[in-house]
Structures are given as C-alpha cells and as structure tokens.
C-alpha cells in the first residue's frame, strides 16, 4: 500500500520585531477618561469638616482619582481630606471611599484634583458598563423597534411557538436527567429508545413548525428577510448552541458548515452531548430530511466505487471534497479481497479534513486488506477547486494534469452545495475531461426541503444552493465529446440529486 499524502503546506510570514526606543526615565500617567465621552454625566458627593457637597460634576477620572468642577465659594487647599466620597453614574453609585485635594485650578476651566485614599477605581468597569449599558442596549431596543416594525406579528408568533417546543422538551429532558441520577432502576434506560419515543410525538410538530415558517418566511421582503434571521438566532440559538453538532454548525470553525466533523455527527450511533437534551438535539440533527439523505448519498457513492471494483481491472476513483470519506470506510470494511489495482485518490481543500480521512481510510486498508494491502493505493491531494479549474501556474496546472487524468469515477457529494452556477459549470467540464472512455462522473446536490432548510437559514447561517434536475443538467451543456449517458438520479429519499454523466467509450 502506498502512504503518500500530498500536502501544499502554508508557512506564516515571518515575524518582525522594532525596538521603539528606551523607556528608562519616563514616568507613565495613569489613564484618564474625559466624562464627556460617556452616554450620561459622572456626578459625585462628598463631606469635608461635616459638610455635605454635591452633587458635583465630574470632569474626567482615573484609577487613583477625578478632578471635579469647584463647589461654589468653598476653597479645597490641597491637603483637605473628604469623606464620604460617592461617585454615581446614572443614580447608581460606581464608587465609594475617602480621598484628598491635591489641586484647585481658578480660571474659564475651573477644576479640583482629588486623590482616592482607600482604594483604586475600576476604569475599565466604568467604560465596559457604558459602551454595554448605553451603547449596547440603545442598540438592542432599536432592533427590537424594528423586529415589531418590520417583521409580522403571525411570523414572530411562529418563531415563538417553535422556541416554546424546544423549551418544553428540554425542561422535560432535564427533569428525566434528574430522576436518573436518583433512580437505581432508571439508571438504565436506553437514551436511543427514549429518543425515538419523545420524536414519534414531539418531532412532527417540530417539524411541522419549521415548514410553516418556511412558508411564511417565504413572504418577507428583502429588508425583513435578514431582520428575521437575526430575530430567529436571537430567539432560538441558545436553545440549540449545547449541542456540539448544532454549534459546530452555526461557529464553522474550517469556514463552512459541512465540514468532515460535522458529517461524522450523522453516522454516530451515540450522542454527543454533557446532558440528555444535548444529546436529543444530537438525535434531532440526525432525524431531519435532509439528515437522512445525508445518509442516503452515502450509500449511492459507495455503491457507484463498488460497480468499478466490480469490473475485474485496475481501476482509479477521485473523491472531490472527500469530507470524512466514510462510504470509503464502508467500503473497505464490507467488501471481499480486492483482486485488480485500485487507486483512491481523495481531494479536499482543508488539511484537517486530508489527515482525518487518510487516517480513517488507511486503518480500514491495513486491517481488512493486509494481505493484498499492495493493490490498494491511497492518495490525499490538499487542493482546492480554483487550483482544480485555473492553476496559477505551468507548475500548479503540470501537477494537475498529471495526476488527475484517465479516472474511471470522479464523484462529489456535498461541494456543489456551496457552489455558484459559474463556477459548478466550469468544474463539470474539468471534471469530465479528466475520465477515461467509459469513466463515469457522479455529483450531488440537495434539493430544497423547507423543514431542513428553515433551521439552517435562519438560525445556523447554513446556506446552500439547492438546484433543480434541470439546473444540473444544464451544468453539462458544454461537454465534449457529448456524453454517452447524461441524466439527474435521486436517493433513497429523493431529496439529494446527483448528476451522473459517462464519457463516451473509443
């Protein structure tokens, strides 16, 4: 067996250091903050010789004290002591202590310095406390002024109703989790058959639920269209963000949603989750439909590589966008001795994706194929899809051309998803001129269904391009030599296409 992996590895630029300039003999000033770049005035109060001053204006602060506007005839020498200090914004108090004069500067900019005494003051409390307070907020009530304004009432309700949903059976899921903790005969019941019981009567009208607002969502214009996304995640994110599947959805830390973790979250037959309600939001992720076409396309990519196995002679398979290659493992592990050469050849433009699935591949070559382990070549390309279609030069297009051509099967399942009709055209005919006579070239694409749409949409920021049969067949109007086979096949569930085109034999 081969264990050649081919990597584009990315070193970060170098780091460049600057020495400034000395800082031996300076002396640093506390930060101040001038009051007037506040939402609201700094007031503060004060006792001197059993005297009761303020409410005084506060000029600008620091970590050790504030300068003031003078209090009226009263002259505060430096060395005055003040008690009671009280420092408000907004009628709360914000500080409170004992402090000195240290200056009194007479003019058209009239001003005491005082000095704390007891203890430091909390700038950056002060700061974080407006710029959330005032600024935050503000913005938080203007949104919602436009949430009542823009967004209709009956759609609002909707999002609502879904929230109460999750809310109910997670209250519900939390007090089970109770009782197993205390219950010796609870302790063993089986959280699959528990969530197949709670889905056969709750999931419906979740479902049902995410198919209404796809409907009504259908008729929001184009401003209220992103007002409502940010309303549905506000609404009804934090009731999904446990969840490692529903988080890693929404944060997309490889910068797409599908990512290869992801797709494992729908082949798992354990949840993943620290209580019972993650993990039934777990089983959630994999029971909507286009979680079982997921499942589905799986099984009809692993079939098309055991078709080519199947004919007796050497044969060479791309995986474009390989994910977590998992139909391959399947493969590996079901099918009997493989008597002809095989070439896997998987693609992927993330080099996580690229270790995890030759890791992954190459454990299933080694423990069900050793003794012919040599017939069986895996290689992992790190390339992307504008390297696939425009190399950026003679050496990048060289490499390409000379390791992808005369493929028996290239298939793709989840890249077109993401792709614009620009650039799925450009990649089909690439793709296909990289078939031998005969090879055959498979490429998925999810058809809309509202109730894994909506979700997706309007709370994970998940969005993908959903084709229709005759948006994939026209992806293919510019290939040459006309193909011998040229049509769109469904899944199992019929909501995952794939375009399935052979080139014609010599």
Same mark, same amino acid.
């Given at each position: 067996?081969?264990?050649?992996?081919?990597?584009?590895?990315?070193?970060?630029?170098?780091?460049?250091?600057?020495?400034?300039?000395?800082?031996?003999?300076?002396?640093?000033?506390?930060?101040?903050?001038?009051?007037?770049?506040?939402?609201?005035?700094?007031?503060?109060?004060?006792?001197?010789?059993?005297?009761?001053?303020?409410?005084?204006?506060?000029?600008?602060?620091?970590?050790?004290?504030?300068?003031?506007?003078?209090?009226?005839?009263?002259?505060?020498?430096?060395?005055?002591?003040?008690?009671?200090?009280?420092?408000?914004?907004?009628?709360?108090?914000?500080?409170?202590?004992?402090?000195?004069?240290?200056?009194?500067?007479?003019?058209?900019?009239?001003?005491?310095?005082?000095?704390?005494?007891?203890?430091?003051?909390?700038?950056?409390?002060?700061?974080?406390?407006?710029?959330?307070?005032?600024?935050?907020?503000?913005?938080?009530?203007?949104?919602?002024? +436009?949430?009542? !304004?823009? /967004?209709?009432? @009956?759609?609002?309700?909707? #999002?609502?109703?879904?929230?109460?949903?999750?809310?109910? =059976?997670?209250?519900?899921?939390?007090?089970?989790?109770?009782?197993?903790?205390?219950?010796?005969?609870?302790?063993?019941?089986?959280?699959?058959?528990?969530?197949?019981?709670?889905?056969?009567?709750?999931?419906?009208?979740?479902?049902?639920?995410?198919?209404?607002?796809?409907?009504?969502?259908?008729?929001?214009?184009?401003?209220?269209?992103?007002?409502?996304?940010?309303?549905?995640?506000?609404?009804?994110?934090?009731?999904?963000?446990?969840?490692?599947?529903?988080?890693?959805?929404?944060?997309?830390?490889?910068?797409?949603?599908?990512?290869?973790?992801?797709?494992?979250?729908?082949?798992?037959?354990?949840?993943?989750?620290?209580?019972?309600?993650?993990?039934?939001?777990?089983?959630?992720?994999?029971?909507?439909?286009?979680?079982?076409?997921? +499942?589905?396309? !799986?099984? /009809?990519?692993? @079939?098309?590589?055991?078709? #080519?196995?199947?004919?007796?002679?050497?044969?060479?398979? =791309?995986?474009?966008?390989?994910?977590?290659?998992?139909?391959?493992?399947?493969?590996?592990?079901?099918?009997?001795?493989?008597?002809?050469?095989?070439?896997?050849?998987?693609?992927?433009?993330?080099?996580?994706?690229?270790?995890?699935?030759?890791?992954?591949?190459?454990?299933?070559?080694?423990?069900?194929?050793?003794?012919?382990?040599?017939?069986?070549?895996?290689?992992?390309?790190?390339?992307?899809?504008?390297?696939?279609?425009?190399?950026?030069?003679?050496?990048?297009?060289?490499?390409?051309?000379?390791?992808?051509?005369?493929?028996?099967?290239?298939?793709?399942?989840?890249?077109?998803?993401?792709?614009?009709?620009?650039?799925?055209?450009?990649?089909?005919?690439?793709?296909?001129?990289?078939?031998?006579?005969?090879?055959?070239?498979?490429?998925?694409?999810?058809?809309?269904?509202?109730?894994?749409?909506?979700?997706?949409?309007?709370?994970?920021?998940?969005?993908?391009?959903?084709?229709?049969?005759?948006?994939?067949?026209?992806?293919?109007?510019?290939?040459?030599?006309?193909?011998?086979?040229?049509?769109?096949?469904?899944?199992?569930?019929?909501?995952?296409?794939?375009?399935?085109?052979?080139?014609?034999?010599?």
């Amino acid at each position: 067996m081969s264990d050649s992996r081919q990597f584009q590895l990315h070193r970060p630029g170098a780091v460049h250091s600057e020495l400034l300039g000395s800082t031996e003999g300076l002396q640093f000033r506390p930060k101040r903050l001038a009051t007037d770049r506040l939402t609201f005035d700094v007031t503060c109060r004060f006792s001197v010789d059993g005297q009761d001053l303020g409410p005084l204006r506060v000029l600008n602060i620091s970590p050790t004290g504030i300068a003031i506007e003078p209090p009226g005839e009263l002259v505060l020498t430096p060395g005055t002591s003040l008690e009671d200090l009280r420092i408000t914004y907004r009628d709360s108090a914000v500080w409170e202590g004992s402090a000195v004069a240290i200056y009194q500067v007479e003019g058209p900019r009239s001003r005491v310095g005082l000095r704390f005494t007891n203890r430091l003051f909390d700038l950056q409390l002060l700061e974080l406390r407006d710029g959330l307070i005032e600024n935050r907020l503000e913005s938080s009530l203007e949104l919602q002024r +436009r949430y009542a !304004e823009i /967004l209709p009432p @009956e759609w609002r309700a909707s #999002v609502t109703s879904l929230r109460l949903l999750l809310e109910g =059976v997670k209250e519900m899921l939390e007090e089970t989790e109770r009782n197993l903790r205390s219950t010796p005969t609870l302790q063993a019941l089986d959280e699959r058959e528990l969530f197949e019981e709670i889905f056969e009567k709750w999931g419906k009208r979740f479902h049902d639920q995410l198919d209404k607002l796809w409907v009504q969502s259908a008729e929001l214009g184009d401003e209220a269209i992103e007002l409502a996304r940010s309303f549905a995640t506000r609404a009804l994110l934090p009731l999904v963000y446990s969840s490692p599947m529903y988080r890693r959805a929404y944060e997309k830390p490889l910068g797409y949603a599908g990512d290869y973790q992801l797709m494992t979250y729908y082949f798992t037959e354990t949840f993943s989750g620290d209580t019972l309600y993650d993990r039934f939001l777990h089983f959630t992720g994999q029971n909507y439909p286009h979680s079982h076409a997921i +499942r589905a396309r !799986e099984r /009809l990519t692993r @079939e098309a590589v055991r078709e #080519v196995i199947a004919r007796g002679k050497p044969a060479r398979v =791309v995986s474009l966008a390989c994910g977590p290659a998992i139909e391959l493992q399947r493969l590996l592990r079901e099918a009997d001795e493989i008597k002809e050469p095989l070439e896997l050849i998987l693609i992927d433009q993330d080099e996580q994706t690229m270790h995890y699935s030759h890791d992954a591949v190459s454990r299933e070559i080694v423990s069900r194929h050793q003794e012919r382990q040599g017939l069986i070549q895996l290689n992992c390309l790190h390339l992307s899809i504008r390297q696939i279609i425009k190399p950026k030069d003679e050496t990048e297009k060289h490499f390409v051309e000379s390791v992808l051509k005369d493929v028996d099967l290239i298939y793709s399942v989840g890249l077109y998803d993401y792709l614009p009709e620009t650039v799925a055209r450009g990649l089909t005919t690439k793709l296909y001129s990289m078939l031998v006579p005969g090879g055959r070239l498979l490429i998925g694409n999810f058809r809309l269904c509202p109730v894994s749409a909506w979700m997706g949409e309007f709370v994970l920021s998940w969005h993908l391009v959903y084709r229709t049969p005759e948006a994939m067949l026209g992806l293919t109007t510019r290939l040459s030599p006309e193909p011998a086979k040229n049509e769109v096949v469904l899944d199992d569930t019929e909501l995952c296409m794939f375009l399935d085109v052979v080139r014609p034999s010599e």
